[in-house]
């Protein structure tokens, strides 16, 4: 492939500290040296949006504070000390990489450190803190950027002409949001903000009431105070209290893209701690299609699973992978306008992780993993749903290293296949409207927990259509929650004729698939759980009733919720997974053998996981793939039909693979990694 092709399309994150400001073009030349290619763009990681708040032009000097010149103002990475930057260098940076072809963004956190390294501008402005309502009282954190001066004037007034001027004034590109500042904190909308100036915004845009007891107090910010609205809006008025949000980030985002839009500069947004969009919208009030809609030029999915794993403090951290992963494609099939750049979690010294140095495969894996995303258009044509990587960070990388990274991104965006095997997974504007209420009364199954939970489980999907797209599909369908779709887009999916379709539905309502004109291959609900789900299937070529009976008898005594399932407390971080009804192991287990056996072609696998993709030129690619961090696995694969030809497309495995009979080999698979096998039938 060419130079500038695969690798010339991706984004960089970069701290200040990943440049030099002694040297005369602070140090891009020397990044361009090193990358061995021009990225498409550069997110300076300026991290305090006290860039912004203390911008007083750059016609004389100023001192930028640590947090500025450093993420966090962290003393050093592993190439330099923390270097003291002043504006006049950090425009010339700026003018350096416009100069290279290279769109500089201005990349700001919504963090406060308490002044901890400098005199913060928000020192005197607290009330655009946010009120996080704990257990033990209400904790001050990080600026809120819906709310308002104590003059009742809004800050997104003040930041969208602030932030034209600091864009202008530098020469950047855009500007690129990330955690604190949009997406908010990661406590979530449950326990954050139920200040008097918050509430009065959410009963003025809603009409909504509370108590009089409560309104007696709607202009105290005590703790008491705060706490007792909480726990009202919260367990009463949820689904209200979250569209409210909804509306104020659509709002707040539609002021602020105009603004810049108006200067030709582009906005970038961080996608809310990991979460695909329903997520999104129950715990941050975020709606992906609504920020799109407003003006937001590029999503950003923080697909950082290792990362996430890896640097996690407690004594049972999660590999959150397959979670992470699938949610970069349900984000772009519901917002498909966008630009997506997927955060490939590379290092961060401040954060004390490093996959590149110390989980080497895992890096590969997800290079590998986030290419093979795709979402079907209208004419049934596969498109990447993500355009490219957003490295996290680019600082301390080392010449070679910028070249395996460079060999990786080549090998992803090598070909688009011609389809991808399994079931394409169907999405619903319609679903995602209706499982609000439901989540809220009964927590059921998202369509994205779905997926994440089977993919554990060896049954990977990789491929998303809207269900409007539908005439345009062929294939196996997947499509999950099939009750809360529109009538019309049912008729639809009971109409479809071209290939295997295998629903899940809720089987609490009575509702029958018979009643559609459907007459099932399968159909069986979970007889572990108290909140049932259900599956059926229709146009299956083959059906393996043994062993999804097998899975279905398997016990399952797990604990249903002790209480309603609104009262359930819900996570106040990121790390937090979302609470979901139970759903039983043997259920996910039988609905995974129904996925694997609805998949067009049949690759048989054992010891490891498949994705399989049919290539324009009639050959097979196999996605390989061990969960198992901690050994290499032989994976054993049998081909329908005899093999004749293997290549390896990855950089491991290095030997040719062990062929044991004419249709099976044994392909080797690093701890957590991913192998890429090109086969010809």
């Given at each position: 492939?060419?130079e500038?092709?695969?690798a010339?399309s991706?984004?960089v994150?970069m701290p200040l500290?990943?440049f030099d400001?002694?040297?005369?073009?602070k140090?891009?030349?020397?990044?361009?040296?090193?990358?061995?290619?021009i990225?498409d763009a550069?997110s300076?990681f300026?991290f305090?949006?006290?860039?912004v708040h203390?911008?007083?032009g750059?016609?004389r000097?100023r001192?930028l504070p640590?947090?500025?010149?450093?993420?966090?103002g962290?003393p050093?990475?592993?190439?330099?000390?923390?270097?003291?930057?002043?504006?006049?260098?950090?425009?010339?940076?700026v003018e350096?990489?416009n100069k290279?072809?290279i769109?500089?963004l201005?990349g700001i956190?919504g963090v406060?450190?308490?002044?901890?390294r400098?005199?913060?501008?928000?020192?005197?402005?607290?009330?655009?803190?946010?009120?996080?309502?704990?257990?033990?009282?209400?904790?001050v954190?990080s600026?809120?950027v819906l709310k308002?001066?104590?003059d009742g004037?809004y800050?997104?007034?003040?930041?969208a002409?602030?932030v034209c001027?600091?864009?202008?004034d530098?020469g950047?590109?855009g500007?690129h949001?990330?955690?604190?500042?949009?997406?908010?904190?990661q406590s979530?909308?449950s326990?954050y903000?139920?200040?008097?100036d918050m509430?009065?915004?959410?009963?003025?845009?809603?009409g909504a009431?509370?108590p009089d007891?409560l309104?007696?107090?709607?202009h105290?910010d005590?703790?008491e105070a705060i706490?007792r609205?909480?726990?009202?809006i919260?367990?009463n008025i949820r689904?209200?209290?979250i569209?409210?949000?909804?509306?104020?980030?659509n709002?707040?985002?539609?002021?602020?893209?105009?603004?810049i839009?108006?200067?030709?500069?582009?906005v970038?947004v961080?996608?809310a701690?990991?979460?695909?969009?329903?997520e999104?919208?129950y715990?941050?009030?975020?709606d992906?299609?609504g920020?799109?809609?407003?003006g937001?030029?590029?999503?950003?999915p923080?697909?950082v699973?290792?990362?996430c794993?890896?640097?996690d403090?407690?004594d049972?951290p999660i590999w959150?992978?397959?979670?992470?992963?699938?949610?970069?494609?349900?984000m772009?099939i519901y917002?498909?306008?966008?630009d997506?750049?997927?955060l490939?979690?590379?290092k961060d010294?401040?954060?004390e992780?490093d996959i590149?140095?110390?989980?080497?495969?895992l890096l590969?894996?997800d290079?590998y993993?986030l290419a093979?995303f795709?979402?079907?258009n209208?004419?049934?044509e596969l498109?990447?749903?993500?355009?490219g990587y957003?490295?996290?960070?680019?600082d301390g990388?080392?010449?070679?290293?910028w070249q395996r990274?460079?060999v990786l991104f080549?090998?992803?965006?090598?070909e688009t296949?011609?389809?991808?095997?399994?079931?394409?997974v169907i999405w619903?504007?319609?679903?995602?409207?209706?499982?609000?209420p439901?989540?809220i009364?009964?927590r059921r199954y998202?369509?994205?927990?779905y997926c994440?939970?089977?993919a554990?489980?060896?049954a990977?999907?990789?491929?998303?259509?809207r269900v409007e797209d539908?005439?345009?599909?062929?294939?196996?369908?997947f499509?999950?929650d099939?009750?809360?779709?529109s009538?019309?887009?049912?008729?639809s999916?009971?109409?479809?004729?071209g290939?295997?379709?295998?629903?899940t539905?809720?089987a609490?309502?009575?509702?029958?698939?018979?009643?559609?004109?459907?007459?099932?291959?399968l159909?069986?609900t979970d007889p572990?759980?108290k909140?049932?789900?259900?599956?059926f299937?229709f146009?299956?070529?083959?059906?393996?009733?043994d062993?999804?009976?097998?899975s279905?008898s398997i016990p399952?005594?797990?604990?249903?919720f002790p209480?309603a399932?609104m009262?359930?407390?819900?996570?106040v971080?990121f790390?937090?997974?979302?609470v979901?009804a139970?759903?039983?192991?043997?259920?996910l287990?039988a609905?995974a053998?129904?996925i694997r056996d609805g998949s067009?072609v049949?690759?048989?696998?054992?010891r490891a996981?498949?994705?399989?993709?049919n290539m324009?030129d009639?050959r097979y690619r196999?996605y390989i793939?061990n969960?198992?961090?901690r050994?290499?696995?032989g994976?054993e694969?049998t081909?329908p039909?005899?093999i004749k030809r293997?290549e390896?497309?990855?950089?491991?495995p290095?030997?040719?693979?062990k062929r044991?009979?004419?249709d099976?080999?044994v392909?080797?698979?690093t701890p957590g990694?991913?192998?890429?096998?090109?086969?010809?039938l």
């Amino acid at each position: 492939m060419g130079e500038n092709t695969a690798a010339g399309s991706q984004w960089v994150w970069m701290p200040l500290i990943g440049f030099d400001r002694d040297m005369p073009d602070k140090g891009v030349g020397e990044l361009i040296s090193r990358m061995g290619f021009i990225p498409d763009a550069v997110s300076v990681f300026l991290f305090h949006a006290d860039i912004v708040h203390l911008h007083d032009g750059t016609d004389r000097v100023r001192h930028l504070p640590p947090d500025n010149c450093s993420y966090y103002g962290s003393p050093r990475n592993e190439e330099r000390e923390r270097q003291n930057w002043t504006n006049i260098d950090l425009k010339i940076l700026v003018e350096h990489l416009n100069k290279a072809g290279i769109k500089p963004l201005l990349g700001i956190m919504g963090v406060s450190t308490n002044s901890a390294r400098h005199k913060e501008w928000y020192a005197d402005r607290r009330e655009l803190l946010t009120r996080i309502a704990n257990p033990s009282g209400v904790a001050v954190y990080s600026l809120h950027v819906l709310k308002r001066f104590k003059d009742g004037t809004y800050y997104e007034d003040y930041f969208a002409d602030k932030v034209c001027e600091v864009l202008s004034d530098y020469g950047f590109s855009g500007l690129h949001t990330a955690d604190n500042f949009c997406p908010p904190p990661q406590s979530g909308i449950s326990t954050y903000d139920y200040s008097s100036d918050m509430v009065d915004q959410f009963l003025v845009m809603t009409g909504a009431k509370l108590p009089d007891e409560l309104m007696n107090e709607i202009h105290c910010d005590s703790d008491e105070a705060i706490i007792r609205r909480r726990d009202y809006i919260w367990y009463n008025i949820r689904q209200e209290w979250i569209e409210f949000y909804v509306k104020r980030w659509n709002g707040f985002w539609k002021k602020i893209c105009d603004k810049i839009h108006k200067i030709g500069k582009i906005v970038a947004v961080n996608n809310a701690w990991c979460s695909e969009p329903f997520e999104a919208m129950y715990r941050y009030g975020l709606d992906y299609k609504g920020l799109v809609d407003a003006g937001v030029d590029c999503l950003i999915p923080e697909t950082v699973p290792n990362g996430c794993y890896m640097n996690d403090r407690t004594d049972r951290p999660i590999w959150r992978y397959h979670q992470y992963m699938t949610m970069s494609m349900f984000m772009s099939i519901y917002a498909p306008k966008a630009d997506y750049r997927c955060l490939l979690g590379v290092k961060d010294v401040t954060e004390e992780w490093d996959i590149l140095h110390h989980a080497a495969p895992l890096l590969e894996r997800d290079i590998y993993t986030l290419a093979s995303f795709f979402r079907q258009n209208k004419k049934g044509e596969l498109e990447r749903c993500m355009k490219g990587y957003m490295v996290c960070l680019g600082d301390g990388i080392r010449k070679e290293e910028w070249q395996r990274l460079k060999v990786l991104f080549d090998i992803a965006y090598e070909e688009t296949p011609q389809e991808v095997l399994a079931p394409t997974v169907i999405w619903s504007d319609s679903v995602m409207n209706a499982l609000l209420p439901e989540y809220i009364s009964q927590r059921r199954y998202t369509p994205h927990k779905y997926c994440y939970e089977l993919a554990k489980r060896g049954a990977v999907m990789v491929t998303a259509a809207r269900v409007e797209d539908l005439e345009g599909l062929s294939g196996p369908l997947f499509v999950p929650d099939f009750d809360l779709l529109s009538r019309k887009e049912q008729m639809s999916i009971a109409s479809y004729k071209g290939g295997a379709v295998i629903c899940t539905y809720s089987a609490m309502k009575g509702f029958q698939p018979e009643e559609l004109g459907i007459v099932p291959d399968l159909c069986f609900t979970d007889p572990w759980s108290k909140y049932k789900e259900g599956v059926f299937a229709f146009d299956l070529k083959k059906i393996d009733e043994d062993t999804v009976n097998r899975s279905l008898s398997i016990p399952d005594e797990g604990p249903e919720f002790p209480c309603a399932p609104m009262l359930m407390q819900d996570p106040v971080t990121f790390r937090g997974d979302m609470v979901f009804a139970k759903v039983s192991e043997g259920f996910l287990q039988a609905l995974a053998s129904v996925i694997r056996d609805g998949s067009k072609v049949q690759f048989k696998v054992k010891r490891a996981s498949c994705l399989a993709m049919n290539m324009k030129d009639g050959r097979y690619r196999l996605y390989i793939i061990n969960d198992d961090l901690r050994r290499y696995v032989g994976a054993e694969i049998t081909a329908p039909s005899e093999i004749k030809r293997i290549e390896i497309a990855s950089k491991y495995p290095v030997l040719p693979p062990k062929r044991i009979g004419n249709d099976t080999f044994v392909g080797r698979v690093t701890p957590g990694g991913v192998s890429v096998f090109d086969i010809w039938l």
